[in-house]
């Protein structure tokens, strides 16, 4: 196992959930289970097992084999419907800091389960998304 392979911390509710939980599928380097509190029946979490508290601080290759769990739980659920969601940082609602990807299955078009989101939608001008543009991609 390489040094990126794993690496735990004894206070995150993550790290110590990867030792025993409802499992579903187990990697090198992720760990899945299913929410002991769901907003739909067969939510899941998908956790790296490197301890990184916003998706920019995982490895990729802890992030690409988390996504491909995520996939497989996703199919599996067999729901049609379905959200992945992972938040970074606490205005952006992350409430365990610990990278992790939810699966939420999407049964009804209703708000009785699922995730509910709003999409409050900004205008921007051309001239500012245009420069906005320009600047990122500088970076990438």
């Known amino acids: 196992m390489s040094h ?4 735990l911390i004894s206070d995150c509710i993550f ?4 030792r025993g939980a409802y499992k579903l599928i187990e990697s090198e380097f992720s760990f ?3 929410d002991i509190g769901p907003i739909a ?3 899941a979490l998908v956790i790296p097992k ?3 508290e916003k998706l920019h601080d995982v490895p990729d290759t802890h992030l ?5 769990i995520a996939k497989k739980i996703a199919v599996a659920s067999g729901f049609e419907n379905y959200n992945i969601l992972q938040n970074n940082g606490k205005i ?7 990278v992790h990807f939810h699966v939420i299955p999407k049964p009804e ?3 009785k389960s699922g995730l509910v989101i709003g999409w409050p939608t900004q205008k921007i001008e051309k001239e500012d998304l245009q420069a906005y543009y320009e600047s990122l991609k500088g970076k990438l």
């Open 32 to 34: 899945s289970f299913l």
């Open 4 to 7: 990126l392979a794993r690496r």
């Open 109 to 111: 078009d209703s708000d």
């Open 92 to 98: 952006a609602h992350q409430i365990v800091p610990h």
């Open 64 to 68: 690409a084999d988390s996504m491909s």
């Open 15 to 18: 790290c110590k959930i990867i």
């Open 41 to 43: 029946k067969g939510h």
């Open 50 to 52: 490197y301890h990184g």
